[in-house]
């Protein structure tokens, strides 16, 4: 791996291009920089994400900054990556709100309580 990983935008894409996967899996189309985007980004990592402008598939990638160590992944996903990153910044889900959850949606008789449990 030749390029450094930097912290802009463009570094990471970069990388990414050069040192990750210059083209889609998929179909062999080439990436371009406006099919990267940025999920994720702490100072030890960042998770890119790179969707085909021809076959509209998409690849995650886990970059570990310091080692510049990678594994790309094939990701079926339904939702653009400016909806991904706020979940990722609220952290995991614990058991007890999994439980807490269940017991909610267990008492649910009908559509409009379910509605309103879902718009609160």
Same mark, same amino acid.
């Given at each position: 791996?030749?390029?450094?990983?930097?912290?802009?935008?463009?570094?990471?894409?970069?990388?990414?291009?050069?040192?990750?996967?210059?083209? /889609? =899996?998929? %179909?062999?189309?080439? +990436?371009?920089?406006?099919? @990267?985007?940025?999920?994720?980004?702490?100072?030890?990592?960042? #998770?890119?994400?790179?969707? /085909? =402008?021809? %076959?509209?598939?998409? +690849?995650?990638?886990?970059? @570990?900054?310091?080692?510049?160590?990678?594994?790309?992944?094939? #990701?079926?996903?339904?939702?653009?990556?400016?909806?991904?990153?706020? +979940?990722?910044?609220?952290?995991?889900?614990?058991?007890?709100?999994?439980?807490?959850?269940?017991?909610?949606?267990?008492?649910?008789?009908?559509?409009?309580?379910?509605?309103?449990?879902?718009?609160?």
């Amino acid at each position: 791996m030749d390029t450094p990983i930097g912290n802009s935008i463009e570094s990471l894409r970069t990388f990414f291009v050069e040192n990750v996967s210059k083209f /889609c =899996d998929k %179909c062999g189309t080439a +990436y371009k920089p406006d099919n @990267i985007d940025i999920v994720s980004e702490s100072n030890a990592s960042v #998770i890119i994400q790179a969707q /085909c =402008d021809n %076959c509209k598939g998409i +690849y995650m990638a886990h970059v @570990i900054k310091p080692l510049q160590m990678t594994k790309k992944i094939p #990701i079926r996903l339904d939702i653009a990556h400016t909806l991904l990153h706020p +979940y990722y910044l609220l952290g995991p889900i614990s058991s007890d709100e999994l439980l807490a959850l269940r017991k909610k949606l267990a008492k649910i008789k009908t559509r409009e309580e379910f509605l309103k449990l879902t718009t609160n």
